[in-house]
């Protein structure tokens, strides 16, 4: 593993000191060095993004933002068996996804994270499968390693929805075009082995490895300057103050779409059908 800017030792078996961020427990943050841990703490609902959620990890990046001493962010998911599973369906009927006055949420956007454009490198440790809105988390960091039990994929057009949090327009840009419209329109999975084979992460690890080797990345970006990674991330991902101006018309073009999509027949069958757990039945309107 590479050693980072603690003389012999590594990030990972550094001690690790809890930040108290808000989220109700849904969220866990813990720095370890000059990296923040942010777990989404919700494995009995496949850590499905709740209002919690939203918050907390919202208010773990703004902290990982605002503290010099942090140069580099992991999120991952508790357990072992999910990432995120995108959206809590129970949560979302209930309005808790909406900003509610929040105007930290708007600006976070999903998961308080795909909008959320931070200076610090992020990475995504992918313990399992992400599906939806797990993907979109992963199209919206910096760095990615994957589980080889991990999947991805966006699924939302087999529930009469659609990737609201970027990953309509993200995945086409972030694997080759006819690749990821097969994936979008189908809805099929892409494995983690085949994702790495399309850059959509950077590699691939057993998963009892997979947060040494997130850690170990992390060392990799801890041996340069902080202030010339952040610059340097800045001007690759085009931020300014916080925003990428480049995104602004994809977003208002899903809002648009979405709001249109969001109030048909079929959105409220797909949403029906998958509580009834039967197939759905279009009907195109």
Same mark, same amino acid.
């Given at each position: 593993?590479?050693?980072?800017?603690?003389?012999?030792?590594?990030?990972?078996d550094?001690?690790?000191?809890?930040?108290?961020?808000?989220?109700?427990?849904?969220?866990l943050?813990?720095? !370890?060095g000059?990296?923040?841990l942010?777990?989404?703490? !919700?494995?009995?609902?496949?850590?499905?993004?709740?209002?919690s959620?939203?918050?907390?990890?919202?208010?773990?990046?703004?902290?990982?933002? $605002?503290?010099s001493?942090?140069?580099?962010?992991i999120?991952?998911?508790?357990?072992?068996?999910?990432?995120?599973a995108?959206?809590?369906?129970k949560?979302?009927?209930?309005?808790?996804?909406?900003?509610?006055?929040? $105007?930290?949420?708007?600006?976070?956007g999903?998961?308080?994270?795909?909008t959320?454009?931070?200076s610090?490198?992020?990475?995504?440790?992918?313990?399992?499968?992400?599906?939806?809105?797990?993907? $979109?988390?992963?199209? /919206?960091s910096?760095?990615?390693?994957?589980?080889?039990? /991990?999947?991805?994929?966006?699924?939302?057009?087999?529930?009469?929805?659609?990737?609201?949090?970027?990953?309509?327009?993200r995945?086409?840009?972030?694997?080759?075009?006819?690749?990821?419209?097969?994936?979008?329109?189908?809805?099929?999975?892409?494995?983690?082995?085949?994702?790495?084979?399309?850059?959509?992460?950077n !590699?691939?690890v057993?998963?009892?490895?997979?947060?040494?080797?997130?850690?170990?990345?992390?060392?990799?970006?801890?041996?340069n300057?902080?202030?010339?990674?952040?610059?340097?991330?800045?001007? /690759?991902?085009?931020?300014?103050?916080?925003?990428?101006?480049?995104?602004?018309?994809?977003?208002?073009?899903?809002?648009?779409?979405?709001?249109?999509l969001?109030?048909?027949?079929d959105?409220? $069958?797909?949403?029906?059908?998958?509580a009834?757990?039967?197939?759905?039945?279009?009907?195109?309107?």
């Amino acid at each position: 593993m590479t050693i980072s800017t603690t003389e012999h030792t590594t990030t990972i078996d550094l001690p690790a000191t809890v930040v108290e961020i808000g989220g109700e427990g849904a969220v866990l943050a813990e720095q !370890r060095g000059h990296v923040l841990l942010v777990t989404i703490n !919700r494995p009995e609902a496949r850590n499905a993004v709740n209002r919690s959620v939203m918050v907390g990890v919202g208010e773990a990046l703004d902290f990982a933002e $605002e503290q010099s001493d942090v140069w580099a962010v992991i999120i991952t998911g508790a357990g072992d068996k999910a990432f995120c599973a995108g959206a809590d369906l129970k949560a979302a009927a209930a309005g808790e996804l909406t900003d509610a006055g929040d $105007e930290r949420l708007r600006r976070w956007g999903f998961a308080g994270y795909v909008t959320h454009h931070i200076s610090k490198p992020t990475i995504a440790a992918v313990n399992g499968f992400a599906l939806g809105g797990g993907t $979109e988390i992963t199209l /919206a960091s910096d760095l990615a390693i994957a589980a080889d039990t /991990a999947n991805f994929g966006l699924p939302e057009v087999k529930r009469g929805i659609f990737a609201g949090a970027g990953g309509a327009f993200r995945l086409p840009r972030a694997i080759p075009d006819k690749i990821a419209m097969e994936a979008v329109l189908t809805g099929r999975p892409i494995s983690a082995q085949r994702a790495y084979e399309l850059g959509l992460v950077n !590699r691939v690890v057993p998963r009892d490895d997979l947060l040494e080797a997130a850690f170990a990345l992390a060392d990799e970006i801890l041996q340069n300057a902080p202030l010339a990674v952040q610059v340097s991330k800045r001007i /690759a991902k085009g931020i300014t103050d916080g925003a990428v101006p480049a995104e602004a018309g994809d977003w208002e073009r899903t809002g648009r779409e979405g709001a249109v999509l969001m109030a048909s027949a079929d959105a409220r $069958e797909g949403m029906l059908a998958f509580a009834e757990k039967r197939a759905p039945k279009w009907q195109g309107k």
